[in-house]
């Protein structure tokens, strides 16, 4: 009897051992274990193809995203059978991701080209779950090898190309022969290591200007962020900490920092912007702007005192430019599909700031004392396609920042903070991370953290940030080159299998 079930449990079981190979545990190897396991009861029951990789995809994201039951279950005013149940419909969903690469694979290749057709179709279907129903590209294989020696291929290949090799090399191990192709599976293996070992060495971009940059984490707790009466506190914080760091030549506030509207903050921001004028700085700040007369609503950025370095005057006005208007928006966090049916059915579906408006997929980068800065709200930094559309040639650096109170003492933000050092290491450009109450930190052009501030303590960062010149691969190209080598694969299998 626990013969017959045995492939279905390691498969479930190796799914969730991977939530050790991401951030906060960072134990990469532990990846191609659980993949390999995985792939091995696939192969040893190719008919049941579509289960095995189901089951594999329920332990990867059930373990993996665990986190989200946090937020449900604190701030949704859902039972916990309720939020269980809404967690467990998440991962199952996610789960067919994987179990449709390794059916689609079993259905139409034959077993002798399994690993060459098992990456292109997996790198299809991470394409098709980062943009259906809005996308959910969190977890993705490749995030597991940002210190692994496949590394070296990130800002060629980007994190995608990076998860189809990782599948092909996992795929390699565990449908082939061992005894009868040892020597192909040494030499592939080999050759990758060493590839991306001298990948690795080579400076894509350099480093150019530096530039003093100050992290404000005000650790504002999720339960009273938007209560009236603690808007006052919260904007005496955020002014008590920039006090300590206003010789800065930029700050940061985390994502919707100011707790009142942009229209009733007039006063205040104008204020802030005369006195980051003062001190030859400039202010960035999350904030939320409803328009009364169009009604839409924005999750913004905006920039306040020095735009460029010889500013003597500030520039805010209500509705200026030098603002950012998330586009990516969160799913019940910030926009409610099917609002008017879904909204009444529980508190959760009703949060506040949860009825956004879009801003445009590509928008001008922000302009803080002369530095162009490239922004990524919360969610959008998962998205390397959204943010490589917004690099422009003189991007100086990254801005990303977010409020992961949502996720309490879970290892989301650590995940979060893992794919923002992704997304420097694909392009080539330092990443500033700034959050209500952590992980705030700076990450070098190179995706490695250069400092960072300890989670649920209200403090400052202050550091250096080397702006870069230059492209990666991955910045020039994006996954073109994987979608054509993709191609290529699918087009070499469907050949030699009419020959055979």
Known sequence: MLARYLPYLLAALSGGLLVFAYAPFNLWIVAPIAVITALRQWRNR?????????LFGLGWFGAGISWVHVSIAQFGGLPLIASITLMAVLSAYLALFPGIALWLTSKYSTPAFWPISLAAIWFVMEFIRSWLLSGFPWLSLGYTQLNSPLNGWIPVIGETGVTAL??????IFAL???????????????????????????????????HTVSLVQGNIEQSIRWVPEQDLPTLQKYQALT???WESDIIVWPEAAIP????????????????????????????VNYNFETEEAYNNLLVLGQYQASDIHGHYRYFHNNRYAKHHLLPIGEFVPLESLIRPLAPLFDLPMSSFN???????????????????????IAFPRQLRANLKHNTDMILTVSND??????????QHLQIAQMRAKEFGLPVIRSTNNGVTAVINHKGKIQSQLPQFEAATLTDKVQATRGNTPYRLLGDTPMWILVTLMGIFVYLQQRKS
Do not use: M
């Open 358 to 380: 879009r801003g445009n997929n590509v928008q001008p980068n922000l302009v803080a004392k002369g530095v162009n800065i490239a922004p990524a709200i919360c969610f959008e």
């Open 260 to 287: 009142t509207l942009e229209s009733r903050s007039q006063p205040f921001l104008n204020q802030l912007d005369i006195e980051a004028i003062q001190n030859k700085a400039a202010l960035i700040t999350g904030i």
């Open 46 to 54: 190719p008919d049941k193809a579509l289960l095995i990789g189901w």
């Open 405 to 414: 109170a949502w996720f309490g003492h879970s290892h989301g933000p650590a």
């Open 243 to 245: 006090e300590l760091v």
């Open 176 to 210: 082939w022969n061992i005894k009868r192709n040892w020597h192909y599976q040494l030499t592939i293996v080999t050759t990758c290591i060493v590839s991306g070992w001298v990948l690795n060495s080579i400076s894509w971009t350099e480093p150019d200007t530096s």
């Open 166 to 171: 990782f599948v092909l090399l996992c795929a």
